[in-house]
T-cell receptor, first 115, second 112 residues
């Protein structure tokens, strides 16, 4: 199993550009989520999905969209990039919601710089 | 007050020593607790869950004190490979991960 994969690893955007960060998992996990990690701050939840066709907002959703058309894929779209979105983005998945034990498996991250 | 607080460190500890980190959380209704490890420029990975009775995994011991709302991580006989940032994670929800709160991490460097 490849686990959780993310592309690209690095990206530089200009203010106002849009792009999609890709995330895929091959573990048949129900739950997927996107986080951003900034210096001096913990990981913050952007959006999450409890299954195909179902998404919801996390703590910091503004400026981002998600969709979940399949169990495997959970892309994150930046609608109009801003310098405040410069960050490291992690996608994560976990098996399901029926247990209070829910290890999260993280992808390798995407380092995004917005100029 | 931050929901999950950790001493950011850095902790510089000689190889073979014992080191302990604490993490405090503000929501007394929090349900489950974890320690994740994050190597430099890498993704976080689960180190261990923290159970009410305390639990041990090799050189690592995790404790939970609900009355004082803190969790701890003890590393014995530290190795160079233990150098990393340790993230305290608290789940306020009984099920699901949308109520996970991550601490900012404690940076540990083991010195030869």
């Amino acid at each position: 199993n490849a686990g959780v994969t993310q592309t690209p690893k690095f990206q530089v955007l200009k203010t106002g550009q849009s792009m999609t960060l890709q995330c895929a998992q091959d573990m048949n996990h129900e739950y997927m989520s996107w986080y951003r990690q900034d210096p001096g701050m913990g990981l913050r939840l952007i959006h999450y999905s409890v299954g195909a066709g179902i998404t919801d907002q996390g703590e910091v959703p503004n400026g981002y969209n998600v969709s979940r058309s399949t169990t495997e894929d959970f892309p994150l779209r930046l609608l109009s990039a801003a310098p405040s979105q410069t960050s490291v983005y992690f996608c994560a998945s976990s098996p399901g919601l029926r247990s209070s034990y829910n290890e999260q498996f993280f992808g390798p991250g995407t380092r995004l710089t917005v100029l | 007050r931050k929901e999950v607080e950790q001493d950011p460190g850095p902790f510089n500890v000689p190889e073979g020593a014992t080191v302990a980190f604490n993490c405090t959380y503000s929501n007394s209704a929090s349900q489950s607790f974890f320690w994740y490890r994050q190597d430099c420029r890498k993704e976080p990975k689960l180190l261990m869950s923290v159970y009410s009775s305390g639990n041990e995994d090799g050189r690592f011991t995790a404790q939970l004190n609900r009355a004082s709302q803190y969790i701890s991580l003890l590393i014995r006989d530290s190795k160079l490979s233990d150098s990393a940032t340790y993230l305290c994670v608290v789940n306020e929800a009984r099920f699901g991960n949308e109520k996970l709160t991550f601490g900012t991490g404690t940076r540990l460097t083991i010195i030869p």
